[in-house]
Each structure stands twice: as C-alpha cells, then as structure tokens.
C-alpha cells in the first residue's frame, strides 16, 4: 500500500495564478484533511471531508476550496495565489470508527508551495 | 476554542541524555491527545497516543501520561539517540464526529553524538 501520497511535491507560483493540489489515499479512509504548516505555528486545518461528496472549514478555509468526487482522492484548489499561501500542505485520512475521538491520522509526505 | 502549548524549541541534547518536552492545553471535554514525530523531509507520523486520563502511551521509548488534573501530556524519553532528531508535535482531537486535530507549535529537537 502506498498510504497517502501528494501531488505535486514541489510547486512555484505567481501571484494571482490557481492550482490544484491531489491528495490520495488507498486505505479505505473515509475522513480526510488538509493543513498548511507554517513556522512556528505548528499545523493548521484548512478543510476537512468526513466522506464522499461532502466538505467542510477548517480553522483557516479563506482562498481555498476542495473537493472529494471520490473516497480517495481530495482536492486542494487555490483559485487565485497570494504570498500569504507559501506554505508547506499536508494531506491526511483517517478511519471512521463510530464517533471516537481515537482514530489515528495519516499523513502524506507534504506539498512545498511558494507564491512570488 | 481548543488549543495546545509546546515549550519552546529548539532543543539540543547529547546522545543518552533524558528527554522532556512539555505540552499542555485547553478543552473542553476529554480530548484525545497525541504526540506526532516528523523526520527531516518527511510527513508526520504519529509517536503515541492517550484517550483518557491517566492513560500513558508509550513507543519506541517515548512516554507521555494523560494528566487531566494539570491538562498536560509532557513527552518523555530516557536515553535518547541521534535518530529521535526530529520535530514533534503535540495535538488533541476534538469531540466531533470528524476528530478534528489541534496541534501545538511544534519543538525542533536535535540530538548530538
């Protein structure tokens, strides 16, 4: 199993400019998440899926948007890029486990993002 | 709202020396907490984890106790070695349905021959 992976690793951005960011996942995972990690400020939850077709904010959702189409696959999209955006993106998935607060998250290896 | 406080980093220490890094936070209810580890170019991975209080997690040498009474989940390590330098990461997941994380800021720890 290739757990979690993200595409692409490594992306430069202008201003102004959009892209998609893919997150996959091939354990069967009906959560999923995206957080942008800046220093010294840890992880931040930018939107979150708890299944197929549906989404929802995070703690910072302003300039994104996503979508889940399909179970394994998540969609990180920036329509309109600002230096405020540079930042390293983390996807994760979880297991659904009847409501607990214990299911462990996985997370893929990171997208770096720069916007000029 | 939920949040999570790491002591500052860096830190550096000498092989076998004892590891602490605190962690403390503010719920409501009866969070989750973990403790994450991010290698060098790597994405995270989780270290341990404690669902209640009192629970202790532990692996790979790591400890933290679950202290509801001083809200903290301080990660400990006896003799540390070269191969825990890393970034880690203390977090707690919130009561909904989706087990939302918050995490802390993140301690930077290298660890010298």
């Known amino acids: 199993n290739a757990g979690v992976t993200q595409t692409p690793k490594f992306r430069v951005l202008k201003t102004g400019q959009s892209m998609t960011l893919l997150c996959a996942q091939d354990?069967?995972?009906?959560?999923m998440y995206w957080y942008r990690q800046d220093p010294g400020m840890g992880l931040r939850l930018i939107h979150y899926s708890v299944g197929e077709g549906t989404t929802a904010k995070g703690e910072v959702p302003d300039g994104y948007n996503v979508s889940r189409l399909k179970k394994q696959n998540f969609l990180l999209g920036l329509e309109s890029a600002a230096p405020s955006q540079t930042s390293v993106y983390f996807c994760?998935?979880?297991?659904?486990?009847?409501?607990?607060?214990?299911?462990?998250?996985?997370f893929g290896p990171g997208t770096r993002l720069t916007v000029l | 709202g939920n949040s999570v406080t790491q002591m500052e980093g860096p830190v550096t220490l000498s092989e076998e020396a004892f590891l602490t890094i605190n962690c403390t936070y503010t719920a409501t209810g009866y969070p989750s907490l973990f403790w994450y580890v991010q290698y060098p170019g790597e994405g995270l991975q989780l270290l341990l984890k404690?669902?209640?209080?009192?629970d202790k997690g532990s692996n790979k040498g790591f400890e933290a106790t679950y202290r509801k009474e001083t809200t903290s989940f301080h990660l400990e390590k006896g003799s540390v070695q070269v191969s825990d330098s890393a970034v880690y990461f203390c977090a707690l997941s919130d009561q909904t349905g989706a087990q939302k994380l918050v995490f802390g800021q993140g301690t930077r720890l290298t660890i010298n021959p």
């Open positions: 354990m069967n995972h009906e959560y």
């Open positions: 404690a669902t209640k209080a009192d």
């Open positions: 994760a998935s979880s297991p659904h486990s009847g409501g607990t607060s214990t299911d462990t998250q996985y």
